[in-house]
């Protein structure tokens, strides 16, 4: 964690520097404190899944039934500062015939929920004028999110999620200049605290700009300094730029993303990261058509460690982490709005980036659907039809969630 205790202790000291003027400006009325912490508001989140897995490479095939119950409370706000606390746990109700990664159940294939408790966030807000700033431990999505996110952003794809500890400033608003740095030095992973695999720990810089540079034309840069001290042979620079632009509707996003090895890393790499993709809207409708490469270089993948991977190359997961030779991925899904819901369908061709490799293929169909304005549900099936890479993999999810 190096450095990281100096660095948070001078943004707070700034930070209170500045709301001690303005809490002076206003008279320093303490009773303003209690009314914050009268109007703040609780939310409840209820989500039971079921999630079935059969891999051809293992015996048995794996069902998991749980529970996530999910608690949070947001102060209200004091001089522009908030506190937020969220509370999970993630309980298995009835079926456990699976691997958590930490329940010892390896004849059966990963399904990485594990039960137990863990505050999944904890923070003191700021907002001073155009700046934010978040202390503590956090969720980040940047982009799409396709290098930085939170497993499928405040849904979570996984019971557990992804969080951030550190500091985040954001400066700007929406149509303007929009900058924003975190200095994180310890990433919650889905795991679970009783995991080996439980935290990314170093020193971690995550930098992006972004400008619409015409109306409905985005252009952003970012740089994702990776320095991690529990899993070196994972650090890397990686910096790109990702343009989002509508085009009489049919809306278009270029990237582009060079990586390489930095510091203690042992692999010596350099690989680039490319991505082209259109959508459009036809009636009921909605069609997206895109090609990811993730390079290779010295037997070394295109690494995207702090990926919303579920989000991306497919439903059955198989490419997480990228392959040897990299990673083509030519991709369609559709969306359609069928009996009060919305009905996907996607396909991905997945092709070596170095060599003549066919890796598989994945069929994948969802549906999802809100009932009303507390409850919703989804059920989703994906297979991948192996050819060079791994094995042939089916999966089933049924899941329903509640909010209050």
């Known amino acids: 964690m190096k450095n990281n205790n100096l660095y948070m202790v001078v943004t707070i000291l700034i930070l209170s520097v500045c709301n001690t003027q303005r809490v002076e400006a206003n008279g320093g009325n303490t009773n303003r404190i209690t009314e914050a912490l009268k109007s703040g508001e609780v939310g409840v989140n209820l989500r039971y899944r079921t999630e079935y897995v059969e891999q051809d490479n293992m015996y048995e095939d794996a069902v998991a039934s749980t529970l996530r119950t999910r608690i949070n409370w947001r102060s209200g706000s004091f001089q522009g500062a908030n506190f937020f606390l ?7 109700i009835g079926v456990d015939r699976y691997n958590s990664t930490v329940n010892g159940k390896t004849e059966y294939p990963v399904v990485a ?4 408790t863990e505050i999944n966030q ?13 202390v503590g431990n956090q969720r980040i999505n940047l982009n799409n999110p396709r290098f930085v996110g939170g497993m499928e952003g405040k849904a979570s794809w996984r019971q557990n999620e992804r969080t951030y500890d550190g500091i985040r400033y954001q400066y700007g608003n929406p149509g303007q200049l929009q900058l924003d740095h975190s200095y994180i030095y310890n990433i919650n992973r889905v795991y679970g605290g009783d995991s080996n695999f439980s935290d990314f720990k170093g020193d971690i810089h995550l930098f992006r700009a972004s400008y619409p540079v015409l109306i409905k ?18 650090s890397s620079r990686t910096y790109g730029m990702d343009y989002l632009g509508n085009f009489g509707g049919f809306e278009t996003r270029l990237s582009f993303a060079h990586q390489k090895n930095i510091n203690k890393n042992l692999n010596d790499y350099s690989a680039n990261y490319y991505l082209a993709e259109i959508t459009g809207t036809l009636g009921k409708m909605k069609g997206k058509i895109g090609y990811e490469i993730l390079g290779a270089n010295n037997g070394i993948g295109f690494s995207t460690p702090l990926a919303t991977t579920h989000k991306f190359q497919g439903f059955t997961d198989k490419f997480r982490k990228t392959p040897a030779n990299g990673v083509e991925d030519l991709y369609v899904t559709a969306n359609l709005k069928l009996v009060g819901g919305n009905l996907g369908i996607s396909y991905h061709n997945f092709e070596a980036n170095q060599g003549n490799a066919f890796y598989g293929s994945e069929w994948s169909v969802r549906y999802n659907r809100k009932f009303s304005k507390h409850l919703s549900g989804m059920v989703k099936y994906a297979t991948y039809n192996a050819k060079d890479y791994l094995s042939d993999t089916n999966k089933f999810w049924l899941m329903i969630t509640m909010n209050f």
């Open 86 to 92: 969220e509370l999970d746990n993630v309980s298995e």
């Open 113 to 116: 929920d594990p039960k137990g």
């Open 122 to 134: 904890v923070y003191l807000r700021y907002n001073l004028e155009q700046l934010k700033v978040t």
């Open 217 to 234: 034309h985005q252009l952003s840069v970012f740089l994702y300094n990776l320095d991690f001290d529990n899993a070196i042979n994972d």
